[in-house]
């Protein structure tokens, strides 16, 4: 039986199936995204543009188009996660958290 090679079993991606999910302004954040997506099994890469040419986006997080959905729910409820907890720590800082909320009464 002929072995076959690691590269014939797994499909490639090529660069120009990849379409972009979102854009962001630092390169940090574009390292969290692509590592969000890789552990929710979606293939990612980071494509930086020129911010004049691009009209400022900067720089732009990539999918293959077929997991196009998939990327923006994943994006999305990263975002609702972060924005829930930065809430909740604002309002801690703030001195208007509520902590009488969290207790029950009798």
């Known amino acids: 039986m002929a072995k076959r090679s ?5 499909p490639e991606t090529k660069l120009q199936d990849f379409v972009v999910v979102t854009f962001v302004e630092d390169l940090e954040q574009a390292r969290e995204y692509e590592t969000l997506l890789k552990t929710n099994d979606i293939p990612a890469m980071i494509s930086e543009h020129d911010k004049q040419s691009m009209e400022g986006k900067g720089i732009a997080i990539m999918v293959p188009e077929d997991h196009l ?3 923006h729910v994943v994006i999305e409820s990263q975002d609702a996660y972060d924005d829930f907890y930065d809430f909740a720590l604002d309002q801690e ?12 009464e009798f």
């Open 69 to 71: 959905d998939e990327a």
């Open 6 to 10: 690691k590269k014939a079993q797994k």
């Open 93 to 104: 800082d703030d001195g208007e958290f509520d902590s009488d909320l969290f207790e029950d």
